[in-house]
Nanobody, 115 residues
Framework: QVQLVESGGGLVETGGSLRLSCTAS????????LGWYRQAPGKQRELVAR???????TYADAVKGRFTISRDNAKNTVYLQMNSLKPEDSAVYYC?????????WGQGTQVTVSS
């Protein structure tokens, strides 16, 4: 069974940076398209960044130019570098597949951006 473990969240001030990590166990994910999602209180979970097996990336408009997704297949890990953080980026961040299927969600990592 696939297990996803996200880490790297925390409390930062507006304009700060964080680097999130997500490591998968139980599967070799090098062939999968992966994504970072976030869910703020009272809102639906949304996809903010996506990376294909070949390394092509796409971003939601809200984070374009500020967030960078990357992957290290040797470590079964996907990263999200978040710069110029804004209070509206505050949410629980999750990683998962970003194609037509999802693995069981991990616990996520909380990101809080103070104004």
């Amino acid at each position: 069974q696939v297990q996803l473990v996200e880490s790297g969240g925390g409390l930062v001030e507006t304009g700060g940076s964080l680097r999130l990590s997500c490591t998968a166990s139980g599967i070799i994910f090098s062939f999968n398209t992966l994504g970072w999602y976030r869910q703020a209180p009272g809102k639906q979970r949304e996809l903010v960044a996506r990376i294909t097996s070949g390394g092509m990336t796409t971003y939601a408009d809200a984070v374009k130019g500020r967030f960078t997704i990357s992957r290290d297949n040797a470590k079964n890990t996907v990263y999200l570098q978040m710069n110029s953080l804004k209070p509206e980026d505050s949410a629980v961040y999750y990683c998962n597949r970003a194609d037509d299927r999802r693995w069981i969600w991990g616990q996520g990592t909380q990101v809080t951006v103070s104004s």
